[in-house]
């Protein structure tokens, strides 16, 4: 059954992680056209997802996504005209670092497509959504009290930000107790951090991970391939030296040689007052009072594996990438006394939550396209995440930045950071 058509804007690791899940799950949509400026890359990423074993077409293939709009906007003036024109996409999935999104977007807006930029994909692999499942609605522990979350880090230098904004969205989709629309968030009222820049500096040389060890090999394979995405393209038209010269450059440096600034480490520690009689003047369910501790470490054995701990009133969670326990307090120590949960193993990046997202979205602008639900309704029912609730889980990164920085305590509620009106930080941009 055909799908959706995309396109696809930057086709390095995010544009081929969606696109090869679309592939390998058979999902309800079609990669229609890429648009990449390195040329090798976009070929390989077309071969592979696009045109397959024929020649690409005109338009399925752009230099960038200024090209692909160009092209675009002339086709409609065409089509209007009553000339016979390709047909043209429905929506596109935007793979490019951040600094192009607002460009792209403001550009983008007056053609209507249906528009992917960020999507938290934690919330859709089936180890999370049992997850949740197992505290929101089975209500398998009680009251949750704690929760100790680690995200591992297999890079050397991981920002909070960059590396660990799933992370934060994350735990703000299980505790804030949003398991409809129509229901009020519960929002952290106090917000602190903390982090250390300990080993990856000029004065520490790490032997193991040091860069010169993995550039000096002289490889051109992953990761030096997305490191400096175009080596391939430069060495094969400018020569081995010019290439070997752009390894030096800014992007792809080793921290150990660099003003590296970003952290090793760093904890986020979240505070949740009680709210449970808020909502009706009844006790509410799932908003009582709760602290949260994120670890982003960078120096461990269970490398990209997030781990954690949940306890509750009357039982406790623990669990890992592989598999979910839930523990009684009265026989904690016998592993009898251990209800073991094992999700399906889903392939693809994020534990299938890639996939699981890509799949949301296709569901969701198909409904739109064959008229079965209107924009509102299948963003709820398919990819169910509200445009504020991505930048509220970018916000509380920024606020866990800010209180690092600054060495204090955020408080949420105050300052133009009230959720619960719909006003964002100023920084952020005001009200929505």
């Not at 080596?231 to 792809?252: K, M, P």
């Not at 169910?384 to 509380?396: D, I, N, P, V």
Request: with cysteine; proline share 4%.
């Amino acid at each position: 059954m055909e799908g959706p058509l995309f396109l696809v804007i930057g086709a390095g690791l995010r544009g081929t992680a969606y696109a090869s899940a679309v592939r390998r799950e058979g999902l309800l949509a079609i990669i229609a056209a890429v648009a990449e400026p390195i040329r090798s890359t976009r070929i390989s990423f077309g071969k592979n997802y696009v045109w397959e074993g024929g020649a690409p077409r005109e338009y399925q293939t752009f230099d960038s996504w200024q090209h692909f709009f160009y092209y675009e906007r002339n086709r409609r003036e065409a089509e209007a005209a009553g000339e016979k024109v390709y047909a043209g996409i429905y929506g596109i999935i935007v793979c490019t670092q951040d600094h192009a999104h607002k460009e792209i977007l403001q550009a983008f807006g007056p053609l209507k497509l249906h528009t992917f930029l960020t999507g938290h994909a934690l919330r859709y692999s089936p180890h999370n959504m049992l997850l949740r499942r197992l505290l929101l609605e089975d209500r398998a522990i009680g009251e949750v009290i704690s929760v100790e979350h680690t995200e591992p880090e297999s890079v050397a230098a991981p920002s909070l930000l960059c590396m660990s904004c799933h992370d934060i969205d994350f735990i703000l989709w299980l505790l804030c107790c949003r398991i409809d629309f129509g229901e009020s968030a519960h929002m952290p009222s106090l917000v602190s951090s903390a982090g250390n820049q300990s080993l990856f500096t000029k004065h520490r040389k790490l032997a193991k991970l040091y860069v010169e060890k993995l550039y000096g090999k002289r490889e051109r394979d992953w990761p030096i391939c997305f490191v400096v995405p175009v080596i391939e393209d430069i060495t094969a038209t400018s020569g081995t030296d010019h290439g070997r010269a752009v390894l030096t450059e800014w992007y792809g440096r080793c921290a150990c040689e660099s003003d590296n600034d970003v952290l090793d480490d760093q904890i986020v520690t979240l505070t949740w007052d009680d709210d449970s009689r808020a909502v009706s003047g009844e006790e509410f369910p799932g908003r009582g009072p709760k602290t949260v501790v994120f670890y982003m470490a960078s120096f461990t054995e269970a490398q990209s594996k997030r781990q954690g701990k949940i306890s509750g009133t009357h039982r406790e969670i623990q669990y890992d990438s592989d598999e979910i326990r839930v523990y009684t307090f009265d026989k904690f120590r016998d592993p009898e006394a251990a209800k073991v949960f094992t999700p399906p193993k889903a392939g693809g990046g994020h534990d299938g939550g890639d996939g699981g997202l890509m799949n949301g979205f296709s569901q969701a602008v198909d409904a739109v396209i064959n008229g079965k639900l209107n924009v509102e309704q299948a963003q709820a029912k398919h990819v169910g995440c509200t445009l504020k609730e991505a930048f509220m889980s970018h916000a509380m990164v920024f606020a866990a930045e800010e209180a690092r920085l600054g060495r204090k305590i955020i408080d949420w509620m105050i300052g133009g950071r009230s959720w619960r009106n719909g006003s964002l930080p100023s920084e952020l941009g005001g009200r929505f």
